[in-house]
């Protein structure tokens, strides 16, 4: 389950992710950042994971379509999770992209906002 956090504000998205997205989650997920990316150019992101969520393999296809096409469009990800594979994938994917994406602590996630927000 996921939902948006009222936190979001015009290019910055927020949101709150439990267990498994579902491939209309994740649809309407990205239909919503595409929509954004469309009016502002550059997104910023937050996301708080409650647990390591996953996704239906029906909707990895969507995931990397997208990215491949709208990955240099986010500006900034900030994962907040106190899963150790978070941090792992946010140093991966910072490093191999030219997206600025860090790993905060579920205790860090005011300093995560304040970071996204920069």
Avoid: C, P
């Avoid at 997104?43 to 909707?59: Q, Y």
Wanted: hydrophobic share 40%.
């Amino acid at each position: 389950m996921i939902r948006k956090l009222s936190t979001s504000t015009e290019n910055i998205i927020e949101y709150e992710v439990d267990d498994t997205l579902t491939e209309e989650e994740n649809k309407e997920v990205l239909d919503e950042l595409k929509t954004v990316i469309n009016q502002y150019g550059k997104i910023k992101i937050l996301v708080r994971l409650n647990e390591m969520a996953g996704v239906e393999l029906s909707a990895i296809d969507d995931r990397l379509a997208f990215a491949k096409e709208h990955l240099s469009d986010i500006e900034k990800y900030a994962l907040v999770s106190d899963a150790n594979l978070a941090e792992y994938i946010s140093k991966l994917a910072d490093n191999m992209t030219q997206m600025d994406m860090r790993h905060f602590a579920k205790d860090e996630e005011k300093m995560a906002r304040s970071w996204i927000r920069d």
